[in-house]
Nanobody
């Protein structure tokens, strides 16, 4: 079972920046994909960005050009650098790992970290 621990959330003014971290309990190169999702009150959880084991990345249109996903294999950590934050970015941000284990795909989630952007 992959364990994920997020950190880095907080309160920031519009236009500011935050960096989220997601530390995994095993090598991130062995994991098919790791991603960041977010869920605002009353809304469905949505993909923000993800990164595959081969290095390819994918972003939601709403964050392209503002957010960057990256990884540090030595630390088994994936990051989400968030710049030019907007009030609509306010949400709980979750880290997810998609992993092929025991002949099936499994999704593992972190506990979430709150990001609040004030106007």
């Amino acid at each position: 079972q992959v364990q994920l621990v997020e950190s880095g959330g907080g309160l920031v003014q519009a236009g500011g920046s935050l960096r989220l971290s997601c530390a995994a309990s095993e090598s991130i190169f062995s994991i098919y994909a790791m991603g960041w999702y977010r869920q605002a009150p009353g809304k469905q959880r949505e993909l923000v960005a993800d990164i595959r084991s081969g290095g390819s990345t994918n972003y939601a249109d709403s964050v392209k050009g503002r957010f960057t996903i990256s990884r540090d294999s030595a630390k088994n950590t994936v990051y989400l650098q968030m710049n030019s934050l907007k009030p609509e970015d306010t949400a709980v941000y979750y880290c997810k790992a998609k992993h092929f284990v025991a002949s099936r795909w499994r999704d593992y989630w972190g506990q979430g970290t709150q990001v609040t952007v004030s106007s």
